[in-house]
């Protein structure tokens, strides 16, 4: 399913529980923090995909510059090559691989991106857990831990798992105690298990079981980005609006 779909059933799965069981079922009032922590569980088993809202923030260089840049590039091997080489045997050759570059280079700012994205994704996760060892913090060596694995992870495999989500419940129960911050694990726990289950929706299914190679899915899919799954997504989002008032 695409984000906005998974982001307000996160919101909807965290206020219908509050709303059924009681805000005592979360150990405290339910703020604005609490809905971003639910969003975040929403978002994060998608971190395993390059192309998500929350993976996108790896992207320090964007795709657009990248071939703004690689055009500029290729502009001054144009006229470095055509006042070099003129009238050599190898010119055609030059200005036939300089028009590659051009023809390739939507392609290769794509996958430039990709690449500066993961090398940000991997560094980021390695300088967590040096800050949590350095400074004596060490359950925020769990961030970059569970950062690796999103890295390395296969599309709906481990991130998509029951595994992961018991890792991501106890590492945010390590941080908040830590921290002496009010216990967030619940709520992120059930924004990912919203995320899990809605995805149980989609034709491909999901690795639920990792590392087992079986797939999960419901015998009825809904087509991502279809009609379908936009109606899903405006009746959640009044759901989510009619549930937040009545808290």
Request: charged letters at 10%; hydrophobic letters at 55%; aromatic letters at 16%.
């Amino acid at each position: 399913m695409m984000g906005r779909t998974h982001a307000a059933f996160g919101v909807f799965t965290v206020l219908f529980t509050a709303t059924i069981i009681g805000l005592s079922f979360y150990d405290h009032e339910l703020n604005v923090v609490s809905i971003g922590v639910a969003l975040l569980g929403a978002l994060l088993p998608d971190m395993d995909m390059g192309g998500s809202s929350l993976s996108k923030g790896f992207g320090v260089v964007k795709a657009d510059l990248i071939e703004k840049i690689w055009f500029l590039l290729l502009g001054i091997l144009l006229v470095a090559g055509y006042l070099a080489f003129e009238n050599t045997p190898i010119f055609h050759g030059i200005l036939f691989m300089i028009f590659m570059g051009f023809v390739m280079s939507k392609s290769f700012a794509k996958k430039g991106f990709r690449t500066l994205r993961n090398i940000t994704h991997g560094l980021v996760a390695l300088l967590s857990i040096f800050a949590a060892y350095y400074y004596h913090h060490y359950p925020l060596a769990w961030v970059g831990f569970l950062l690796l694995l999103l890295l390395i992870s296969n599309h709906r495999g481990l991130s998509h798992s029951l595994l992961f989500l018991a890792l991501v419940i106890f590492a945010t129960h390590q941080i908040t105690t830590f921290y002496g911050y009010p216990n967030y694990s619940v709520i992120l726990g059930i924004g990912m298990g919203s995320h899990i289950f809605s995805d149980m929706f989609t034709k491909q299914g999901l690795r639920l079981f990792w590392p087992l190679d079986k797939k999960v899915r419901f015998p009825f899919y809904i087509k991502t980005g279809g009609k379908l799954e936009n109606f899903i997504f405006l009746l959640i989002s009044v759901l989510v609006i009619r549930l937040g008032l009545m808290l």
